[in-house]
């Protein structure tokens, strides 16, 4: 079984295998046990990707399994390994990258193609449907870590989707005291099983006080300037999500990074090593990642809950192929 993107607002399942899909050196046919669904493969659904050809099976967020029923997570990425980027160990950023689910054929399917470079092995504790949040997790990895510059801070985070609540849960684990700034106020009241749990705070604002950092987890103008101001003198400023197309900022607010001497880093996806890092902070966090677990679906269910990821009301589903599909 395996879902596959036609064309925009085609997502299609198709019972019948594959006609082709051959392990070239260097990859492995791999069997997919669950795949959670990115709000990046439902934009997909519905505005395309400048990387996309259609057809394609989407899905990047996944845990397969070998012949020998090892489990791994798959860094989603095939690089190059010869550019100044991979020889940085910076691959995310490789010139010739290729991503699965974009360029490649991806977990939404029981059985994928994938780099042998790219397989992570999964901790035997660690539950399969936890382990979906590798990817995204690796890629909060990625962008903290140019963050957290002094012990103990306080981390400002705006947007209360998956991942900023991943990021604030992160940063906790590190020392960081986290505050999420959410504007849709039924969210947040959604959200409260989680807060409460962890003793994270989450509201519509955040008044009279200063940040040593701030990460931008959701695509609003007006958080970014928010961040500007709100991160006190020297701070830092990680630019996560990027912004809504055709929007424009005031350049006083960009006056304020000069003055106040703070650092704007951007985030682009994961490295490899960043899920490798991510695994151990999600073993020891595993009961709070499944409180962001939406649902555990078939993937014949997909096509249905798309429109729904894209709103921004709901947080992880995840696609497992060893669910049968409802007579």
Sequence with gaps: MRLVLRDINRLEPEDEPPVSLKENPGYSKMQVL???ICRTDAKMWEQGHRDLVFPRVPGHEMVVRDQGNNRYVVWPGDNCEECEFCLQKRANLCDR?????????????DQVVVPDKSLIPVPGSLDS??????????CVVNALENVFTEPN???????GGTMGLLAALYAKYHGWEPCIVESDSEKICNLQHFLE????SCGNSVQGKKFSAAILACPDLNAFGQAIQKVDKGGQI?????ITKGEYIDTHLLNLVHYKELQLTGAYGTRKESMEMALDFMSQNSRELWMLVEDVV????????IPGILSGK???????FTIQPEA
């Design 197 to 200: 749990h962890t003793g994270i």
């Design 153 to 159: 801070g306080r981390i400002l985070i705006y947007g």
């Design 97 to 109: 990258i290729k991503i699965c689910g974009f360029n490649f054929d991806g977990g939404f399917a």
């Design 314 to 320: 709901y947080l992880k589903y995840i696609l497992d």
């Design 298 to 305: 078939s993937p014949w269910d997909a096509p249905r809950l």
């Design 34 to 36: 669950c795949c959670a």
């Design 238 to 242: 990680s630019f996560f999500s990027g």
């Design 129 to 138: 449907h936890v382990a979906c949040f590798a990817e995204p997790v690796g």
